[in-house]
């Protein structure tokens, strides 16, 4: 479903991760009221948003407030990849039952969703690459779990409902505000230590195949799957190009001209050995293209870790 | 993985429900040490079992005490196949949070899981009849969604924890001790009230197509796959016969010899079209077929019915 009328507003839920602050600054040039939501206060939210501070499950007033004639992209997650399964029930209360409430609250209100899913981890270890969105689902962690329960609810929701929304499952995206620290990221933490001359850890042999999005190519994707995603489809939104980890420190090497030393740990049970995403279906939605190739991301991502971090 | 030596103890969660009465009987006859755990005491169990009573969410100690060294059959739902969402946010912190504390809690026990999902639900609209365990899975209904989410909650324990689980996906199961106003159930249902010489109502036009699988053929499935089933894997129980409730009205009939007046009402939207299981894959496992024609089996549900309700 193509809109005629732009919605009113945005709202960014999870408005402080990663994505989460790119978007915000790629929306705040668009014009539109754009609320920023999180957990904390961010100090990288662009000036001119309204700031909404509080607690995704305790479905804030202030929150629910504006959550009507808006484009709401869902970024909110209590957790990351990873291979403990202590914490799943309560991620499951934190991010699914908290979402349901939120599609529950807002089902007469005129709303696009659109919810960033894990193209890295919803598809599981046996799809084919480049994966299709119509390939089996078969995730190997929590995380890319309820990605998939979130996207088979809100499917539930349109059929019920007549909720609309759209998908967008994002491969490994990577750039400026991704925390080199934060265990999700390998490009910002491998660039990190390759400007502090410190070695990196790599999983296994090095050779796990990864698809790398440059976050400005991720965030227009989102933009234009608000403006122009069918409803109730889902999107991969991908470079298409498959980079070993290996080859990756071969292209940060070459493109900062710093070694980087590497030291091989044990490799890690719920990493996929390769997941590279086609993003054909979005191309020929929107003639959206990834534009930035790894070496201009590379560099990108480390001048911004040069000077902010 | 076929067991070389059974496990000490059966426990049946959930065995005050349809199926958790019939495989009680079963397993008691089998004469290993039976527990039955479900919110009340239910006078239908066999008298040698120990029962216990409480809630599934507070992970109550004494049931906690008796998962080691056990088949496990998990029947446990909080809610039915229905087209509202009211309620899903609560049914999916009842169901899938309270499960996922469970396999937390027994990750080290010696414990072979059961469980038991929706092969009405799971698989959705969409999918080619006979449908085998390697089709998509689209549940257009929360009760399936949530039971597909406990699936791969149950596959990621495997992965990361070698949890040990068989998945039964059982068609539309009826006979004896399914209660003919629960709204789940159609065969006990109608024969209900031929019985009672009540009008039913049909939704929609009467041709949407069900595989009802008789109880006692379902409940030997069960246990053949406690024993014999691979760890891991997903399994049909179903008769592989596809009945539109057209035909079902016409074999009530005439295996009654009573009349049955119908009145059509509105189809509903979580209902699929056809929905028709192939259990090839346990009959190649094990040698399981399912024995009863639809005939006998409502037959055997009007007698049981009759006598006690």
Redesign the interface.
């Known amino acids: 479903m193509q809109r005629t009328t732009p919605h009113r507003r945005a709202v960014i839920l999870g408005a402080g991760g990663f994505i989460g602050i790119n978007l915000a600054h790629a929306l705040a040039k668009d014009g539109c009221e754009l609320i920023c939501f999180d957990r904390f206060q961010c100090h990288y939210w662009p000036t001119n948003v309204k700031a909404i501070v509080g607690d995704f499950s305790q479905l804030p007033e202030e929150l629910l407030a504006v959550l009507d004639d808006a484009a709401v992209y869902h970024l909110v997650s209590s957790c990351r990849p990873h291979?403990?399964?202590?914490t799943?029930?309560?991620e499951?209360?934190a991010d699914?039952?908290?979402t349901?409430?939120y599609?529950?609250y807002t089902?007469h209100k005129n709303i696009r969703w659109v919810f960033v899913s894990s193209g890295g981890t919803v598809y599981g270890p046996n799809a084919s690459c480049p994966t299709t969105e119509?390939a089996?689902t078969?995730?190997?962690?929590?995380y890319g779990?309820i990605k998939?329960?979130l996207e088979?609810?809100f499917?539930?929701?349109k059929?019920?409902?007549e909720t609309d929304f759209v998908v967008a499952r994002v491969s490994n995206p990577y750039g400026p505000w991704q925390d080199p620290s934060s265990g999700q990221g390998v490009i910002a933490a491998l660039v990190y230590k390759a400007l502090a001359v410190q070695a990196v850890e790599i999983w296994g042999d090095g050779e796990n195949v990864r698809d790398y999005v440059y976050i400005d190519d991720a965030v227009r994707g989102l933009m234009d799957l608000a403006k122009h995603g069918e409803s109730g489809e889902i999107y991969n939104v991908s470079s298409g190009v498959g980079t070993t980890i290996n080859d990756l420190i071969q292209v940060i090497r070459h493109t900062l001209g710093i070694q980087l030393n590497t030291n091989c740990v044990a490799a890690r049970?719920?990493d996929v050995r390769k997941s590279v995403l086609s993003s054909n279906k979005l191309q020929s939605l929107t003639g959206w293209s990834p534009n930035t190739c790894l070496g201009d991301g590379v560099k990108a991502t480390a001048d911004w870790l040069s000077k902010k971090w």
Chains 1, 2 share one sequence.
């Not at 078969?138 to 929590?142: G, Q, T, V």
Request: proline share 3%; glycine share 0%; with cysteine.
């Open positions: 291979q403990h399964t202590e799943a029930a309560d499951v209360v699914v039952s908290s349901l409430r599609l529950e089902r119509d089996q078969n995730p190997i962690c929590s779990l998939l329960a088979k609810y499917a539930l929701y059929k019920l409902h049970i719920f």
